[in-house]
């Protein structure tokens, strides 16, 4: 018989066969991840050589080519250019594009001696991130749930409606990656690999501290040794660290990268206001001159808002669901199975992959709530994709619309961004 084990509880070892399995697992999710790349590049490619792009915004960076310049739109132009030249000393609007994405992309272009154009050096990183991140996913979620759920979950996540992110010169895949990774180690009890794992993270994003904060945490937790989990977490933060030290003597401001965020007219609200107070004035959007070429159209903001509104929504019904279901147990005062300790740094992340996105928005249209990039910004919090499956997997209805919206959604939204509409 094959007995699933519940969550929060460890997998049997098994024998040879069902590590075979696990191995065989791990090679059909990195598979779907890999078909969503191709199938990405091959639909992008036909729209571009028959439609071609839009007319609309001529100032989105079309390239000549439609194979290798199909993804690099808007933000990506950031990572490139930090790739190529660093942070000029009078661009301090850089700094919050963290430099872990940008130095790989720099070192295997170096390798490549050239060979590789910087933009083709970050679609090569994106994708090989993004196709690791789904084996390895699933092997973590093994842990946890069954094989059936685990694929359905990396379907989701490899077609998630932000998905071409994964493999555009953008470092979302390799964000996702470093966290699975962090999870995965700790799952396994190697602290200190899931910390040197923590403090390239941390020097990929700012929410790298949040994964050391979690590796640290579960060290002290498993081995009570508080001067070992304190190591951990300074180093594990490292990456930030050094960047702190970098913007200091470039530009006079350490934390150069929470300022600067007035550049991009980004603010802090409470979590989930911008999104309702968004849907609520969504259609008060101006509409651009007929002759404007600089700014989207009245259909582009809206159809971008609500789909970062719908992912933002999702997260926030997720987040309600974990909290009732957390507080049920606790008033319970019975774990019916779950390992608290081993889902601590499962917690952690989804806490602050989605409040942190969800408590920003933009203003720079009067009084209005820009809520771009929100869905991009969520689909780094890796806890969504099995908490999103494991809410909807008592009605098969239900996951199949889930799935199959996904699917549509991420073409969709894919070639929006393929053709040069604003989505960022």
Not at 24 to 41: D, E, H, K
Not at 126 to 148: E, K, N, Q, V
């Amino acid at each position: 018989m094959n007995v699933t084990p519940a969550p929060g509880m460890v997998a049997p070892r098994g024998t040879g066969s069902t590590r075979g399995a696990a191995r065989n697992g791990t090679a059909i999710a990195a598979a779907i991840a890999a078909l969503r790349v191709l199938l990405g590049y091959l639909v992008g490619h036909v729209v571009i050589s028959t439609i071609g792009y839009t007319k609309h915004l001529t100032y989105s960076l079309a390239p000549s080519s439609s194979w290798s310049g199909l993804f690099f739109r808007w933000d990506a132009r950031y990572f490139v250019s930090i790739a190529q030249s660093g942070y000029p000393p009078n661009q301090p609007a850089l700094a919050p594009f963290f430099p872990g994405y940008p130095l790989l992309v720099r070192a295997l272009h170096a390798l490549t001696f050239g060979s590789l154009t910087y933009i083709v050096t970050a679609e090569v990183i994106s994708a090989a991130a993004f196709i690791a991140a789904a084996g390895l996913m699933y092997a973590a979620l093994r842990r946890f749930i069954s094989h059936r759920q685990a694929m359905v979950t990396v379907f989701f996540f490899a077609f998630f409606p932000t998905s071409f992110f994964f493999f555009s010169p953008y470092p979302e895949s390799l964000i996702i990656l470093e966290f699975v990774a962090i999870l995965y180690l700790l799952d396994r009890e190697h602290f200190a690999a899931a910390t040197a794992v923590a403090a390239v993270a941390s020097l990929t994003s700012l929410l790298g501290v949040a994964a050391a904060g979690a590796v640290a945490l579960s060290w002290l937790l498993a081995r009570r040794d508080l001067l070992k989990a304190i190591a951990s977490a300074v180093l594990g933060a490292m990456g930030t660290l050094v960047y702190m030290v970098f913007l200091l003597n470039r530009f006079g401001d350490p934390i150069l990268f929470i300022h600067a965020q007035k550049y991009w007219h980004r603010t802090v609200n409470f979590p989930w206001l911008a999104t309702f107070m968004n849907l609520s004035s969504v259609q008060r959007v101006p509409s651009p001159p007929a002759n404007n070429t600089a700014i989207p159209s009245h259909t582009n903001y809206i159809v971008v808002w609500l789909m970062n509104d719908a992912v933002s929504v999702l997260g926030l019904i997720l987040f309600i669901y974990v909290a009732v279901r957390v507080a049920t147990h606790l008033r319970s005062g019975a774990k019916n199975g779950l390992d608290y300790r081993r889902l601590l740094p499962w917690g952690i992340l989804f806490l602050t992959g989605l409040l942190v996105p969800v408590s920003s928005s933009i203003h720079q249209h009067e009084s209005l709530y820009d809520t771009e990039s929100t869905a991009r910004l969520i689909s780094v919090c890796v806890p969504i994709y099995p908490l999103t499956i494991h809410l909807f997997k008592r009605s098969r209805l239900l996951l199949a619309l889930l799935v199959t919206g996904t699917f549509i959604s991420s073409l969709g939204f894919q070639l929006m961004f393929n053709r040069g509409f604003w989505l960022t």
